[in-house]
């Protein structure tokens, strides 16, 4: 550190000079390296370092030397800063004060709890009730919100191609459909020779398999199918096979619920347009209508079967479980299209179990499944919450569970395959000497440039259509200009806000976790309990008298903010640097995002979460710290996002808001093709559709908001 800090005072010392005869002799790429060379060696004291005003990778586009001297000064000046910083600054950052376990603990609980549990009913007609209920509720509240239900109701294409040869018994014809217009999907339509009667159809779908519907397994599974006289649809899914590019990755479909409109309403409708395929069909037998599919084809088994009552049979193989049990086995946690945002406000995966009945299920896992869903957590409380209703409606027969013990691991492999041939025999053939042996055939699987499928150029994945959706939004972006309407208009927006971001009123308790002094600054450290949910580290700053608090949060955490404190510091404020949900010490330990997913899937939004907390601590400040109204100060485009909403929402505690890197747009996040699984936050559902980062500045106005690169 003395070394480091040697180097730091001397080269600050001279960056003026060095800085003008850069500006005359030296070579531009010279001078990015110098600058750069010297942000990474500051970020190597002050953990997460980023300079005010610029960024910490070099812009390609700074070619000029003005630029180049601009941005030189710039780092040296904040080198400077950081150079005069106290050297126990940060350990004071550092320090922890809730440890690693709170967060993980506080999110499960918090989840867990939010669930729904199965009803209590006396009998069948009174279930048909509720799933009837549900099976609305969830399509009109989850799946069909925004331009999702104009997605719905519109004409789509179907397209034939060539038809070839698969094996003895059956032949393979090409297509491709549009799940919604413009977004077209791949399959393969296995269709058995000299069909002369009705026969029964099944939806074939995959799980995370990259090879997709060209996969082994799959292709087996649909022939040995056709060799039976059944007609199967091998659909690609997103992301997988032919549908492998990045906008297609399940990670951006969030990118439409920041729109407003329902990430996962491509994901249904891919389902429901091939089933739709099926039936058009001149020989499907609409009362023989199955699906079945393994992992991510497993979710989407029970998913569309529970909501589209013309599937009469499903079979999901290792492919979901209960909310509840996810949050406790987190192997369970699935990718946005299992955790949904708001399904489990309608209903939970045993609810979908049970809205299978009386309809035959054979529910499939594995015993020692070496990826998620294991039999000895998973099955159980389906089978608790179905078997009950399958009885009231005297077809418990008609729901069955096979646990695969060879190879036992996560798989649709012959075993698994075997007793989804005994199902269709049992309850779609009536041929009483029906053979569910599997009839060898891995001559006649194929590859998957045979099974290549011709698609658009121009086909729409999920950024696309986030991109198209973000056009016209926000839906009423005009902020009115006279003072009295403007006054109407904040406050109606205050309230359209805090239902957006599902924003709380949390009730601060803290509890004092220690105290040190290094370098003459004062910490103080906090836990503040958020009404009993949440616990939030704080550490509480000074240097002598103060004149007035800021509360400083960044997207890397307390820990990186050390230069930004010492500079509030040096002006004589008091920092209370905290890290609220998701951030720094809250961070949670294992599967951070997918336990953000389900916190969104159980009806709350972890920006407002963030949102709520800042605010709650700001409330705490200025009545516990007789602070008066405190300034929020954040370090990053998410930080710098949830503490503008925090200033929009709270008058009263907060002076105004100070944001380093915040975004100019929401739609930065579509246009720069954010995920889920790195911001998690920064999809909350509609908020885009009814704000922009303009009409969220109003909202604080007329205090300050002020905004730096």
Request: aromatic share 8%; glycine share 6%.
């Amino acid at each position: 550190m003395p070394k480091d800090r040697s180097f730091l005072t001397t080269f600050c010392s001279h960056h003026r000079a060095v800085s003008a005869l850069l500006v005359v002799a030296a070579p531009p790429r010279w001078v990015q390296s110098v600058a750069h060379a010297a942000q990474n060696r500051l970020k190597t004291i002050f953990p997460g370092f980023h300079p005010r005003g610029v960024p910490v990778n070099i812009r390609a586009t700074m070619k000029t030397r003005s630029s180049l001297l601009v941005l030189l000064s710039l780092t040296c000046s904040t080198l400077a800063l950081a150079a005069d910083a106290p050297s126990g600054l940060q350990s004071l950052l550092q320090h922890p004060i809730i440890g690693t376990n709170v967060p993980m603990a506080e999110v499960q609980a918090f989840t867990e709890v939010r669930v729904p549990p199965m009803p209590a009913v006396k009998s069948a007609a009174e279930w048909q009730k509720i799933a009837d209920r549900l099976r609305r509720d969830m399509l009109e509240r989850v799946v069909f919100r925004g331009e999702a239900a104009a997605w719905r109701d519109a004409k789509t294409k179907v397209e034939w191609f060539d038809t070839m040869e698969g094996g003895p018994g059956y032949k393979i014809r090409k297509l491709r459909y549009e799940a919604l217009p413009g977004l077209w999907i791949p399959a393969l339509l296995y269709l058995p020779d000299n069909l002369t009667e009705k026969a029964p159809v099944m939806l074939a779908v995959n799980g995370h398999d990259p090879v997709g519907k060209a996969v082994g397994y799959k292709q087996i599974r649909c022939i040995n199918l056709a060799k039976r006289g059944v007609i199967s649809l091998n659909v690609e899914w997103f992301n997988m096979g032919q549908l492998r590019t990045t906008g297609y990755a399940h990670s951006r479909m969030n990118q439409l619920d920041l729109c407003g409109t329902s990430g996962i309403a491509p994901f249904y409708l891919a389902m429901k347009r091939g089933v739709d395929v099926l039936l058009s069909l001149e020989h499907a037998d609409p009362n023989r209508v199955a699906v079945a599919g393994v992992s991510g084809g497993g979710w989407q088994s029970i998913f569309i079967s529970a909501l589209d009552t013309r599937i009469t049979l499903a079979n999901p193989v290792a492919g979901y479980s209960s909310y509840r049990t996810r949050a406790r086995y987190l192997t369970d946690l699935g990718d946005s299209e299992q955790t949904p945002c708001d399904m489990a406000t309608v209903a939970d995966y045993t609810h979908m179990t049970a809205m299978r009945a009386p309809r035959p299920t054979l529910l499939t896992f594995n015993a020692k499944d070496n990826c998620c869903f294991a039999a000895p957590h998973a099955l159980p409380p389906l089978l608790d919450a179905a078997q009950p209703i399958y009885t009231m409606y005297g077809q418990t027969s008609a729901l069955r569970s096979h646990i695969n013990y060879v190879p036992g691991t996560h798989n649709f492999e012959r075993d698994n395959r075997e007793a989804l041939y005994g199902m269709i025999g049992d309850f779609f053939s009536g041929d009483p000497k029906f053979d569910a042996v599997e009839i060898p055939c891995d001559a006649e699987v194929k590859t998957n440039t045979v099974l290549t499928v011709e698609l658009p150029a121009d086909n729409a994945d999920f950024n696309t259509l986030a991109r198209a959706l973000s056009r016209n939004l926000p839906r009423n972006p005009k902020i009115p200009e006279a003072k009295g309407a403007l006054v109407r208009w904040q406050q109606t927006g205050r309230a359209k806000l805090r239902e957006v971001v599902h924003a709380k009123d949390y009730a601060v308790v803290a509890e004092r976790a220690g105290g040190e002094e290094k370098d003459g600054v004062k910490a103080t450290f906090w836990k503040l309990k958020m009404s009993g949910v949440w616990t939030v580290p704080a550490v509480e700053l000074t240097r002598g008298a103060t004149k007035e608090t800021v509360i400083l949060v960044a997207d890397e955490g307390r820990k990186s903010a050390a230069a930004e404190v010492e500079r509030l510091l040096a002006a004589g404020k008091r920092v209370l640097a905290v890290d609220p949900f998701y951030f720094g010490e809250s961070k949670i330990a294992q599967r951070d995002y997918l336990f953000a997913l389900l916190v969104a899937g159980v009806g709350e939004r972890p920006l407002g979460l963030q949102a709520s907390q800042l605010a709650a601590i700001a409330r705490w400040s200025q009545r516990e710290l007789k602070s008066g109204p405190v300034t929020l100060v954040a370090c990053g485009p998410r930080s710098s996002t949830f503490s503008l909403i925090a200033a929009a929402l709270e008058e009263r505690a907060v002076a105004g808001a100070e944001l380093h890197g915040a975004l100019g747009s929401l739609k930065e996040v579509i246009e720069k093709d954010w995920t889920v699984d790195k911001t998690p936050e920064m999809f909350c559902f509609g908020l885009l559709e009814a704000f922009d980062v303009p009409q969220l500045t109003a909202l604080v106005a007329p205090r300050k908001t002020v905004c730096t690169p």
